[in-house]
């Protein structure tokens, strides 16, 4: 798939989690969302994979580079293996096929009084969808049924309000097709008149006036709400900082980190009071081994800055070569500069970052020489971090003069111990209704001990213990089915014999 079009489809839907992050500050998202006690961007997060469920041919297998894509652009961390049940389940339930926290998007616009709310989340809807029907595979039955569904999203935005959603499903379709596509689209028309979503979109738009209506009245809680005590944003910080702190392992990069912090909150204080001091820069190399969390807690620094007030957003951008070398001359920064754009005030997070420095051509060199420029240009509201093998980052900080200055702050993940690797095999099973007998736990921690021992230099740490417990789903599913043992007992329980055989679980 087009590199270039996954990174604007992940700069829209990250822009849109921003949005949902914000109205959760305000104390807007828990009035609207009905859907879970959890945040908006979860539940925005549920609803576009609905619709891409909903969209995908149920009988075809979701194939890997439409999972890579899913992944890239939302977040997920679904694979062949388990993204197959999640769908089943979202196509059983007895949902409307079409958006059910659209009618609640309705009332935030309501709340914010532009009535742009509910198109924007059409127009992303629409997006991510786009780009899976680009990928390989996308058939007539997906494509007419994509189109269906975003007029059904369009129409009820444009009923609720007197605002048209500028979206055309047929906008990427090539011309050759189009005719076909329209024509398509007219028959499911009349096959398919979609009865009972077009009742509850007549139910939900009534519902929808009168809940603003309601909420009009006491409007003046949104003032108070964007006027939060500074009490309740420590209350949001320390929340942030109890996930750092609850992480499996990683002792000494926890310790680094709150050092960290504190010295970019006293520099905060020192520019509120015209105190003269030169502050030590937010960038910061992450040197470690693959799955030993850089990401997660790259992540987490975001949020705990916005909470702070270093940061103005707190949003996070990862990125890779791809996504900031390009093809031709001129090209390169262009790529480099929009990835900055869009990171601007989070966290821009830089995934093998060695590779830039590591090739062949002077694209690679030309993206680190723009990204220096655009990390002093943007020091004040820009974390940048970038990754990688330690070895290999030696190299990339001495690639330009300017990096080893620009990155002040190097943390180093160590790998897991065997025990470690026992606490996050035990969450997955946990997570997951599996009951373990210590006979199996002190098998997997043997198991654990003699891979360490053993572990080459790109160990995979946490995702080893992933891939080790997917092999054990899977193989205890081979045996419950072969011996046709279905009870609920059997199906939440793991054997000594589902253990899987030595190296089916490293990559």
Not at 10 to 17: A, D, E, L, P
Not at 182 to 189: G, L, R
Not at 202 to 231: G, L, Q
Not at 334 to 355: T, W
Request: a negative charge; one cysteine or more; charged letters at 30%.
């Amino acid at each position: 798939m087009n590199t270039e079009f996954v990174s604007q489809v992940k700069g829209v839907v990250h822009s849109f989690y921003n949005i949902a992050d914000d109205l959760d500050r305000r104390g807007i998202g828990k009035q609207i969302n009905k859907i879970s006690d959890g945040p908006l961007r979860e539940a925005i997060r549920a609803e576009i994979l609905l619709f891409i469920f909903k969209v995908i041919d149920p009988d075809q297998l979701v194939s890997e580079e439409r999972i890579e894509y899913i992944n890239d652009c939302l977040g997920t961390d679904f694979t062949q293996f388990n993204i197959e049940p999640v769908r089943k389940k979202a196509l059983d339930e007895s949902l409307p096929q079409i958006s059910v926290l659209l009618p609640a998007f309705m009332i935030i616009d309501g709340h914010l009084g532009n009535n742009d709310f509910s198109s924007a989340y059409v127009r992303t809807v629409s997006f991510v969808t786009i780009g899976l029907l680009n990928s390989k595979g996308a058939s007539l039955k997906e494509t007419v049924n994509y189109c269906r569904r975003i007029r059904l999203y369009s129409e009820l935005v444009e009923r609720g309000f007197d605002c048209k959603p500028e979206i055309d499903p047929y906008k990427h379709i090539d011309d050759d097709n189009k005719p076909i596509i329209e024509a398509m689209v007219k028959i499911d028309e009349k096959i398919n008149p979609y009865k009972e979503e077009r009742k509850y979109l007549e139910s939900a738009v009534e519902i929808v006036r009168k809940t603003i209506e309601a909420e009009r009245k006491t409007d003046s809680h949104i003032v108070k709400e964007n006027n939060r005590k500074p009490e309740m944003m420590k209350k949001n910080c320390i929340s942030s900082i109890d996930r750092l702190d609850s992480l499996i392992g990683l002792k000494s990069v926890k310790k680094q980190i709150h050092m960290i912090l504190n010295v970019q909150v006293v520099n905060k204080k020192c520019v509120e009071y015209k105190i003269d001091r030169q502050p030590i820069g937010m960038h910061m190399i992450f040197s470690g081994n693959p799955g030993t969390g850089k990401t997660t807690v790259a992540r987490l620094i975001g949020e705990i800055y916005h909470d702070e007030g270093i940061l103005s957003k707190g949003q996070f951008i990862e990125v890779s070569r791809a996504d900031l070398v390009g093809k031709y001359v001129g090209h390169t920064a262009q790529m480099v500069k929009k990835a900055v754009e869009d990171a601007k005030g989070g966290v821009l997070f830089i995934d093998e970052a060695y590779s830039l420095s590591n090739s062949e051509d002077d694209f690679g060199r030309e993206a680190i020489d723009t990204l220096v420029k655009e990390m002093e240009d943007n020091r004040d509201d820009l974390v940048v971090i970038a990754t990688g093998y330690p070895a290999l980052m030696q190299d990339f900080m001495y690639s330009n003069p300017g990096l080893r200055s620009r990155f002040p702050i190097t943390v180093e993940f160590p790998d897991y111990s065997a025990e470690e690797l026992l606490q996050i095999f035990k969450t997955f099973c946990s997570e997951n209704s599996f009951s373990v007998s210590p006979e199996v736990i002190y098998k997997v921690k043997m198991i654990f001990r003699s891979e360490i021992a053993r572990k080459k230099s790109n160990f995979g740490n946490a995702r080893m213990v992933r891939n080790f417990y997917e092999k054990m789903v899977m193989k205890q599913a081979t045996r419950l089915v072969g011996e046709n043992t279905l009870e609920v007992d059997d199906i939440t329980e793991f054997l000594a014999e589902d253990l899987p055989d030595r190296g089916l679980w490293e990559r």
